[in-house]
């Protein structure tokens, strides 16, 4: 029924913790999209689930990013030994087979200490 | 990398005037989105034009794509204090997958 809802809203963690972020997608939409947006930026292309498998992960900037939808719904990105880089809105999308439209959450914001 | 560069950065207008806004892009596109975004935080979906359309219309909303120059306006017309926010351009390279976005453009209304 609701939107794409994202937890936490907020996160603030020490430099080198492990974080979860969960993304929630519109009940039925079989595509998932995770982006990053620092400030003052457009968002960044992290990974794209089709399903429950990862069709496109080109956008993850290194291997402390991982991401999983086991099920093919909800889906978690994982980011192990937190830099402070890391910090910015991490939003999450989904859509339908039938538009490309893409549908976003409320995003995260992660800060990094 | 950003694919998309949006003009201007910064616009300021009275309320009941147009805003326009560009985007230009480097590489194919599929279709081109439109977003709006409040305070940081989600986007809000637009309009979406396909590569063989040359303009939308929705409501306030028009947006033109020129595929030879590589480049789309989104104009609103009768602008509302409402409409205060930032707006960005998005390609989608495929029908679907992931979307490059430009740096956007942050619109206040003055009432």
């Known amino acids: 029924g609701a939107g794409v809802s994202q937890t936490p809203s907020n996160k603030v963690t020490e430099k080198g913790k492990y974080v979860e972020l969960r993304c929630d997608p519109i009940?039925?939409?079989?595509?998932l999209y995770w982006y990053r947006q620092s400030l003052g930026q457009g968002p960044e292309f992290l990974i794209y689930f089709q399903g429950t498998g990862a069709a496109d992960d080109s956008g993850l900037p290194n291997d402390r990013f991982f991401a999983v939808r086991p099920e093919g719904s909800v889906s978690t990105l994982k980011i192990q030994r937190t830099e402070r880089g890391d910090s910015a809105v991490y939003l999450c999308a989904s859509s339908s087979q039938r538009s490309e439209t893409q549908y976003f959450g409320p995003g995260t914001r992660l800060l990094v200490l | 990398s950003q694919q998309g560069e949006e003009d201007p950065q910064a616009l300021s207008i009275q309320e009941g005037e147009n805003a326009t806004m560009n985007c230009s892009y480097k590489t194919s596109i599929n279709n081109l989105q439109w977003y709006r975004q409040n305070s940081g935080r989600g986007l809000v979906h637009l309009i979406l034009i396909r590569s063989n359309e040359r303009e939308k219309h929705s409501g306030r909303l028009r947006v033109t794509l020129d595929t030879s120059k590589k480049s789309s306006s989104l104009l609103i017309t009768a602008s509302r204090a409402a409409d205060t926010a930032s707006y960005f351009c998005a390609m989608g390279g495929t029908s679907y997958g992931k979307l490059t976005f430009g740096q956007g453009t942050i619109l206040t209304v003055h009432p």
């Open positions: 009940s039925g939409h079989t595509a």
